[in-house]
């Protein structure tokens, strides 16, 4: 008989920072979830993307030039909201 693993448990208990807004947006191929900071801005965004394979792809898109000292900072609180 095969093994069953047990359902997750869904974390009910997560609030973003009330400095941080976020809204969702349709991609053609999957979802945006856009995070704005009062202060800094458009912080980045979440991109969940569908895979032919059926797989989920996953990453994370920091608002700014790399060069640019802010967006450091944007990376610094986008971060630990979007891991």
């Known amino acids: 008989m095969p093994k069953r693993t047990p359902p997750k448990q869904r974390q ?5 920072p009330s400095d941080i807004a976020m809204h969702k ?7 945006a979830y856009v995070f704005r900071h009062t202060t800094l801005g ?16 996953v990453s994370c898109e920091v608002a700014g030039d790399p060069a640019d000292p802010l967006t450091a900072r944007r990376r610094a609180v986008l971060e630990p909201v979007t891991t």
């Open 12 to 16: 009910s208990d997560f609030r973003l």
């Open 42 to 57: 458009l912080l980045g965004r979440l991109v969940l993307q569908d895979l032919p394979s059926g797989h989920c792809h």
């Open 25 to 31: 947006e349709a991609l053609p191929t999957g979802w």
